[in-house]
């Protein structure tokens, strides 16, 4: 049987592993850089103070953060000590950058500066580049400041992978197949298509006139197209776009319509899935592929563990 290994940190450097799991969760997303922990177990700790867990499974670290809240709780099954973490990135969620206009600021000296320092081990660019300009809003965080440095300079946007590493790459060179045939089992799955805020048509504006706004920048989109969609949407860029609006306005459609065909399968026990993993899945709702896993979630109930996976199509989302 697949076991995790899980050994917590006390604020005296004292180590300490937790083998009694009562209750467990981990969550991966593509679109945010920490994962998440969720965890209760019936070691006793005293009254230690855990201010850190680290995660292996199968001699693979995969979590390793931070305690933002611990509680202890006793009944007449026992003493219950119930942590919610955070990976190490989570880091440059919790800290603001300095709001400030930057001036030939490269992607090397950035990254140094807010994702180093701030729970990111390594990053991987195409290239670096220096942007002439780039304005820090007042109470943005370090990590919304990365995201719209790469948008801006390299047109992508950045990932945080199981190693902490920074990429602008959405996927990796994983696949992985599902099927009750001949495949990775699963016990349930479903697919949703929600076309609700997919935009058909852009306006964007471009600037003024004696009367108003002009909207003169229009980007159409074919699958918005191919699937009968009429929603059209007048778009202002915020201050920081303003020297880039067609590529603002392009990340706007995307952000629309990139969960719009999410397929969930649940497959029994600990799986090393990650998010950014290549998929296809055949089942008897339907074959899929060009997916990929833009979640991972780890949880136990009474039957054991299972691993939750959430699929969008990589059509929509490739950049």
């Not at 799991?21 to 998440?36: E, I």
């Amino acid at each position: 049987m697949v076991k995790l290994d899980i050994e917590a940190l006390s604020n005296k450097n004292e180590k300490i592993s937790l083998d009694k799991v009562v209750d467990f969760s981990f969550q991966s997303d593509r679109f945010s850089p920490a994962d998440t922990v969720n965890l209760t177990v019936l070691d006793n700790i005293k009254n230690k103070k855990i201010t850190k867990i680290s995660i292996g499974l199968n001699n693979i670290m995969i979590f390793d953060g931070i305690v933002d809240v611990q509680k202890s709780t006793m009944n007449k099954d026992g003493i219950f000590s119930i942590f919610i973490c955070r990976s190490r990135p989570c880091l440059m969620l919790d800290n603001e950058i300095k709001p400030t206009v930057y001036n030939n600021l490269s992607a090397v000296d950035m990254l140094k500066e807010n994702a180093l320092s701030f729970g990111v081990s390594a990053y991987k660019i195409p290239y670096n580049c220096t942007l002439n300009r780039i304005i820090a809003k007042k109470g943005i965080s370090r990590w919304e400041f990365i995201n719209l440095f790469c948008k801006k300079a390299f047109g992508k946007t950045p990932f945080i992978a199981r190693d902490y590493t920074l990429s602008l790459e959405p996927t990796s060179n994983v696949n992985h197949y599902f099927s009750n045939n001949n495949g990775i089992s699963f016990f349930e799955a479903s697919v949703l298509e929600d076309r609700y805020t997919m935009i058909s048509k852009l306006y964007v504006k471009t600037g003024e006139n004696d009367f108003g706004a002009e909207y003169n920048g229009i980007i159409n989109n074919n699958i918005a197209k191919d699937l009968g969609i009429k929603r059209e949407r007048y778009y202002n860029p915020t201050t920081e776009w303003l020297d880039d609006i067609k590529l603002s306005a392009k990340n706007v459609m995307r952000e629309h319509q990139i969960n719009y065909r999410e397929i969930e399968i649940k497959v029994l026990g600990i799986n090393d899935f990650k998010v950014g993993d290549l998929a296809r899945i055949d089942s008897d709702i339907g074959t899929y592929q060009n997916l990929y896993i833009s979640q991972v979630k780890i949880m136990c109930n009474d039957n054991g563990y299972y691993t939750r996976l959430r699929l969008w199509d990589r059509g929509v989302v490739v950049e």
